[in-house]
Nanobody, 120 residues
């Protein structure tokens, strides 16, 4: 089986920074795209950023220039550096990964979510 475990959320003041991490573990052969999504209360889950296995990135317009997604393929880990945080960034953040298992099968997995609250 495969697990995605997130860490790094918390409470931060507007203008502050946080770094989220998400580590994949289990019977993994390789990982294709990885990404971060978020869901605010009363809203649908939305894409924040994605990164392919060769490092190509994509960002939501609302976070461009403030957030940076990166990954460490040796550690099966994806990161989200969040700078200049705004109250509207408050949400539960979920990581996502397209994983090919050693069996040859592939699936999309989600982390359990980590709360990010931006408030003074």
């Amino acid at each position: 089986q495969v697990q995605l475990v997130e860490s790094g959320g918390g409470l931060v003041q507007p203008g502050g920074s946080l770094r989220l991490s998400c580590a994949a573990s289990g019977s993994i052969s390789s990982i294709n795209a990885m990404g971060w999504y978020r869901q605010a209360p009363g809203k649908q889950r939305e894409l924040v950023a994605t990164i392919t296995s060769d490092g190509s990135t994509n960002y939501a317009d609302s976070v461009k220039g403030r957030f940076t997604i990166s990954r460490d393929n040796a550690k099966n880990t994806v990161y989200l550096q969040m700078n200049s945080l705004k109250p509207e960034d408050t949400a539960v953040y979920y990581c996502n990964a397209q994983i090919i298992m050693r069996s040859g099968r592939w699936n999309t997995y989600w982390g359990q979510g980590t709360q990010v609250t931006v408030s003074s």
